[in-house]
């Protein structure tokens, strides 16, 4: 079982920057950052595996990062440039196959989940 607790939501203007948090209960393998917006999907953000391969939505790239530090079992979602689009809840999640397998953007080969975590962006 694998506890995760995201936190660093908030609101901030067009183009400002915002840093999310992900702690987890333990050693964590790749993980996950999404985003839903009332009506819609969750939508795959980026990831970072467990060898520290990044990847990122077309949406984002450029203007996020993904970072993890393994001493804190923590991984980071630094946003900046951020747009009235960007508004969502954000959530990490991992899985225990993302330990060595490649990551994945579906949410349904995700099977631990943070609480989520407001991010609004006013223009």
């Known amino acids: 079982q694998v506890q995760l607790v995201e936190s660093g939501g908030g609101l901030v203007q067009a183009g400002g920057s915002l840093r999310l948090s992900c702690a987890a209960s333990g050693r964590t393998p790749g993980m996950g950052w999404f985003r839903q917006v009332p009506g819609k999907e969750r939508e795959f953000v980026g990831a970072?595996?467990?060898?520290?391969?990044?990847y990122y939505v077309d949406s984002v790239k450029g203007r996020f990062t993904i970072s993890r530090d393994n001493a804190k079992n923590t991984v980071y979602l630094q946003m900046n440039s951020l747009k009235p689009e960007d508004t969502a809840v954000y959530y990490c999640a991992t899985a225990l196959r993302f330990a060595e397998a490649t990551m994945s953007m579906s949410p349904n080969d995700y099977h631990y989940w943070g609480q989520g975590t407001q991010v609004t962006v006013s223009s």
């Open positions: 970072i595996s467990w060898n520290l391969r990044t």
